[in-house]
């Protein structure tokens, strides 16, 4: 399949250039995937999909155009072709396009482990599915349920260039959740969820532990109350700690840095989290859940200290944004069928600190612990925070009653200064970070 594939781009790419094209790359993408929700005791949808993309990106001077298609016949990829360099033709030039020089191409890329050789069966699904839910159902307390899903994919991608980057790979992965109810009308009801995810399907949690979390996690959110609002220490669960690090990444992804339009685009080598923060990145993770052996521009990519004792090291940077910027590209990119490369991470986690999550709150007087937040309030060009959130107020270092309705704001400047971590990370979900506590949020409550 992986020699097949090339071999359709390798074609498609020598076309586009006999057509008129000064180089040209291809992506093909092909998929299946097997998707299982069970709901209140009862299969409630089973759906099965196979389909497949393929791309064409020309370039005709400093002009460019993509175009995509599922249709694969002789006669629709030579329309392909056609119509992708007469489009990059009509459009304004851009002095940044272009593809990587050879000698920039990653070379020796290693095995990351990234394909399940045994798939799993469609009664396995269900039979997850219908565990997971029943698991979080039997939790005392919980009263209905939004169902548990069970998926499990297969994907094959091949991408090829005419400077000779070629690259063909296999990749699986799939996930377990539940989504359950505790209380009722009268009383107040509260919603929560778990999930677990993977490359290979013996990495999964199982779906009872899957689903009896989720429905701990409902359950104990029962009686919540506002809070009085002010300024104190907020601790975010681990769960709720991967936003912040996704609004750090945001801010250093390059083409955002390139048009100036996030908060960190002054602060490269300076501190921008106090010196107990490290943040790292590892594309070559073995199974981890965003691995890559080379970016999507065939550029080597490497683990590095993004965040390196709270100084800022580098911009998230593909070919593009780096010769925007005058910089060294950083083996950061990322693309699709139908769309051009762009900045984007691997895997990332904030290293763990010493003390235990319990040890963190065990210093607060008065604070709050959030589980969940809510809402879109966070201004990547200013880094202003704002936004709702649900979670447990903490007294005298104990987590004392569920609180919610409740919003939490502050600057990510001031909040990324202030982080302390706790030493509970745990990689699974390829953007990662343990339980952190961040001092002095204005949080409004009644």
């Known amino acids: 399949m992986s020699d097949e594939s090339l071999n359709v781009l390798n074609d498609l790419i020598a076309k586009a250039k006999t057509a008129g094209a000064d180089a040209a790359d291809a992506i093909l993408a092909d998929g299946e995937s097997t998707s299982v929700t069970y709901r209140l005791g009862e299969l409630e949808q089973l759906e099965h999909s196979e389909g497949g993309d393929i791309g064409l990106r020309v370039l005709v001077g400093k ?5 995509s298609s599922s249709d694969r016949s002789p006669e629709a990829l030579s329309e392909l072709v056609d119509r992708a360099v007469a489009m990059a033709k009509t459009v304004l030039d851009d002095d940044l396009l272009g593809l990587a020089d050879p000698d920039q191409l990653a070379t020796n890329l290693p095995d ?14 269900i039979e997850a599915a219908r565990t997971c839910e029943d698991a979080a159902r039997a939790v005392k307390g919980v009263t209905n349920s939004e169902g548990a899903q069970a998926n499990w994919g297969r994907s094959r991608v091949a991408i090829a260039a005419s400077n000779g980057f070629q690259r063909a790979y296999e990749s699986t992965g799939g996930s377990f959740s539940a989504s359950v109810l505790a209380g009722d009308v009268e009383t107040g009801m509260e919603t929560d969820y778990e999930y677990t995810s993977a490359v290979y399907a013996k990495d999964f949690k199982s779906p009872e532990e899957v689903g009896r979390t989720a429905g701990d996690r409902a359950v104990r959110k029962l009686g919540a109350r506002k809070v009085k609002s002010g300024k104190f220490p907020v601790v975010f669960e681990s769960r709720a700690a991967r936003g912040l690090v996704s609004h750090f990444l945001g801010a250093i992804n390059g083409s955002a840095v390139a048009r100036g339009t996030t908060f ?3 602060s490269m080598d300076s501190a921008v989290f106090n010196d107990s923060i490290t943040i790292v990145e590892d594309p070559h993770r073995a199974r981890g859940m965003r691995s890559k052996p080379c970016d999507a521009e065939g550029l080597a990519n490497t683990s590095r200290n993004l965040i390196d004792a709270g100084v800022l090291t580098t911009w998230i940077l593909d070919l593009r944004s780096a010769r925007k910027l005058g910089l060294t590209p950083t083996g950061h990119a990322s693309r699709g069928p139908s769309s ?6 691997t895997n990332v986690n904030v290293v763990a600190g010493d003390q235990t999550p319990e040890e963190l709150i065990g210093e607060i ?11 879109q309030g966070v201004n990547g060009v200013t880094g202003d925070y704002s936004r709702g959130v649900g979670g447990f107020w903490i007294e005298n270092g104990e987590l004392v009653y569920p609180v919610n309705e409740i919003t939490i704001a502050s600057n990510l400047k001031d909040m990324f200064l202030t982080i302390t971590a706790a030493n509970d990370l745990e990689l699974s979900r390829g953007i990662d970070s343990p339980t952190v506590r961040i001092d002095g949020m204005s949080v409004a409550g009644s």
């Open 340 to 345: 051009p490369p762009s900045p984007s991470v």
């Open 365 to 375: 007087e008065n604070g709050l612990y959030v589980t969940d937040a809510f809402g």
């Open 63 to 67: 002009k460019q155009a993509i175009v």
């Open 112 to 125: 990351l482990d990234m394909c399940d050789p045994d798939d799993i069966t469609t009664e396995t699904l």
């Open 264 to 266: 960190l685009k002054d």
